[in-house]
């Protein structure tokens, strides 16, 4: 028994090491001296994070990551939190339907999503640009809301409604005292996710963004095409740090609402 627990530990780290060893790799390239991606690294400096950050278009592209992500995050948070509780508190005909609705972003391949966004932009006569990337966006961060304010109202117990109506309360009076503040933490979750899923976009951003607008992942791709250097490298370091900070955040308050329900 015991060989075997430390055998499916190795394994586990195996895993780990493989999944994450590229990441790795980019984070130690963003200090190397050589004004070129080679391995093994000949000398450390933290030169390149100054000229990533003094590079005024890797700044203006980060501002617009922001914004991007600022909004479409607000907006997924919204809908998604309300399509959560159409989908848990009420029955209706077509509930099943509107799950698999909410969750097809995440199964559908995003290259389909973003022809099928395209498509229909040419049929509203939309051009591409900051409110197409925007709609996408949204569309995606919507499963990661739903799914997990979802999971929130599933542990949700109802009883702490009923005894506050039973006090005199009305819906609203009961929402706002009561069922807001249970949900909150699996709402700044989503909003968390969401956001995170927003800022690292590249593939729909790229498709919907047109000439006009320049978020982080685009700007790092057109870097990549004509210098391949450690600012780059710099850069992608700041964003892994970044991604996985709001992830553990979210984890955090997805936490505090396992707790809450326990």
Same mark, same amino acid.
């Given at each position: 028994?015991? =060989?075997?627990?430390?055998?499916?530990?190795?394994?586990?780290?195996?895993?780990?090491?493989?999944?994450?060893?590229?990441?790795?790799?980019?984070?130690?390239?963003?200090?190397?001296?050589?004004? /070129?991606?080679?391995?093994?690294?000949?000398?450390?400096?933290?030169?390149?994070?100054?000229?990533?950050?003094?590079?005024?278009? =890797?700044?203006?592209?980060?501002? %617009?990551?922001?914004?991007?992500?600022?909004?479409?995050?607000?907006?997924? !948070?919204?809908?998604?939190?309300?399509?959560?509780?159409?989908?848990?508190? $009420?029955?209706?005909?077509?509930?099943?339907?509107?799950?698999?609705?909410?969750?097809?972003?995440?199964?559908?391949?995003?290259?389909? %999503?973003?022809?099928?966004?395209?498509?229909?932009?040419?049929?509203?006569?939309?051009?591409?640009?900051?409110?197409?990337?925007?709609?996408?966006?949204?569309?995606?961060?919507?499963?990661?809301?739903?799914?997990?304010?979802?999971?929130?109202? /599933?542990? #949700?117990?109802?009883?702490?409604?009923?005894?506050?109506?039973?006090?005199?309360?009305?819906?609203? !009076?009961? #929402?706002?005292? =009561?069922?807001?503040?249970?949900?909150?933490?699996?709402?700044?979750?989503?909003?968390?996710?969401?956001? !995170?899923?927003?800022?690292?976009?590249?593939?729909? !951003? /790229?498709?919907?963004?047109?000439?006009?607008?320049? %978020?982080?992942?685009? $700007?790092? /791709?057109?870097?990549?095409?004509?210098? #391949?250097?450690?600012?780059? $490298?710099?850069?992608?370091?700041?964003?892994?740090?970044?991604?996985?900070?709001?992830?553990?955040?979210?984890?955090?308050?997805?936490?505090?609402?396992?707790?809450?329900? $326990?």
């Amino acid at each position: 028994m015991r =060989i075997g627990r430390y055998l499916l530990r190795g394994w586990a780290l195996l895993a780990y090491l493989f999944l994450f060893s590229p990441i790795l790799m980019v984070v130690l390239m963003s200090f190397s001296k050589s004004k /070129y991606s080679v391995f093994p690294i000949r000398g450390w400096t933290t030169d390149w994070y100054g000229r990533a950050f003094g590079d005024q278009k =890797i700044i203006d592209a980060l501002q %617009t990551s922001v914004g991007i992500a600022v909004v479409s995050s607000i907006l997924a !948070t919204f809908i998604g939190t309300l399509g959560a509780m159409a989908l848990v508190r $009420h029955q209706f005909k077509l509930r099943e339907l509107a799950r698999a609705y909410f969750l097809s972003p995440l199964i559908i391949p995003e290259i389909i %999503t973003g022809i099928a966004l395209l498509s229909m932009a040419t049929l509203l006569n939309l051009q591409s640009g900051i409110v197409l990337v925007v709609i996408g966006h949204v569309l995606f961060g919507l499963p990661f809301v739903v799914t997990v304010v979802s999971a929130r109202l /599933y542990g #949700f117990d109802r009883s702490l409604e009923e005894a506050a109506m039973d006090l005199g309360a009305d819906e609203v !009076t009961t #929402f706002r005292r =009561i069922t807001l503040p249970m949900m909150t933490p699996a709402i700044l979750g989503g909003l968390l996710l969401s956001f !995170t899923v927003s800022f690292d976009n590249f593939l729909i !951003t /790229y498709l919907l963004a047109g000439s006009e607008v320049m %978020t982080i992942p685009v $700007h790092i /791709y057109s870097m990549i095409r004509f210098e #391949f250097t450690p600012k780059i $490298h710099a850069i992608s370091t700041v964003i892994v740090v970044v991604s996985l900070t709001l992830i553990l955040l979210s984890q955090t308050q997805t936490g505090d609402k396992r707790a809450a329900a $326990h």
